[in-house]
T-cell receptor, first 114, second 114 residues
Framework: KAGVTQTPRYLIKTRGQQVTLSCSPISGHRSVSWYQQTPGQGLQFLFE???????NKGNFPGRFSGRQFSNSRSEMNVSTLELGDSALYLC?????????????FGNGTRLTVT | AQKVTQAQTEISVVEKEDVTLDCVYETRDTTYYLFWYKQPPSGELVFLIRRNSFDEQNEISGRYSWNFQKSTSSFNFTITASQVVDSAVYFCALVIQGAQKLVFGQGTRLTINP
């Protein structure tokens, strides 16, 4: 069974641009979560989707948005990029989306904003 | 609010030594789950173990063992006879019942030297 796939692996963008990151969960998994990882703030929760509905959102500005498609694939979008958005963005999926379900993470997309 | 503290930022030991990674958590909820994840250089977080708040039994899996103590709000992780392949960043995380977001500690970078 294929793991969680994130594309692209690396991105370099300029301040003010926007970016879209993609995540394909493990087959059959219906919940997809996104996390931002930076050296200063560590791992922070962005949002979680289940059956195309956003169930939870972290404390990030509205420039960060996401969506989930009917095949459970998910995308996150960051508009008007700032230098501080440089980070590793990790996507994770779980089978049921229950609180106790372990998350299966992808390798991440490393975004650099210059 | 929930909080996870991993006071050890970096640990370096020689192969075959035993090493314990500390994790202290804070929550007012009575039902919650604790996790340990491993992040190798490739970037993806790998699930190691889950514990719920009602199960204080310690667990051993090969060279890995976990000590959960509600009285001290700690969930420590011990690697016995460490190996170079254990080198990674280890994260402790907490999720409360009903929420679909993990609160992570800052992580402990473990280096096992040959």
């Amino acid at each position: 069974k294929a793991g969680v796939t994130q594309t692209p692996r690396y991105l370099i963008k300029t301040r003010g641009q926007q970016v879209t990151l993609s995540c394909s969960p493990i087959s059959g998994h219906r919940s997809v979560s996104w996390y931002q990882q930076t050296p200063g703030q560590g791992l922070q929760f962005l949002f979680e989707y289940f059956s195309e509905t956003q169930r939870n959102k972290g404390n990030f500005p509205g420039r960060f948005s996401g969506r989930q498609f009917s095949n459970s694939r998910s995308e996150m979008n960051v508009s008007t990029l700032e230098l501080g958005d440089s980070a590793l963005y990790l996507c994770a999926s779980s089978l049921s989306g229950a609180t106790y379900s372990p998350l299966h993470f992808g390798n991440g997309t490393r975004l650099t904003v210059t | 609010a929930q909080k996870v503290t991993q006071a050890q930022t970096e640990i370096s030991v020689v192969e075959k030594e035993d090493v314990t990674l500390d994790c202290v958590y804070e929550t007012r909820d009575t039902t919650y789950y604790l996790f340990w994840y491993k992040q190798p250089p490739s970037g993806e977080l790998v699930f190691l173990i889950r514990r719920n708040s009602f199960d204080e039994q310690n667990e051993i899996s090969g060279r890995y063992s976990w000590n959960f103590q509600k009285s001290t709000s700690s969930f420590n992780f011990t690697i016995t006879a460490s190996q170079v392949v254990d080198s990674a960043v280890y994260f402790c995380a907490l999720v409360i019942q009903g929420a679909q977001k993990l609160v992570f500690g800052q992580g402990t970078r473990l280096t096992i030297n040959p």
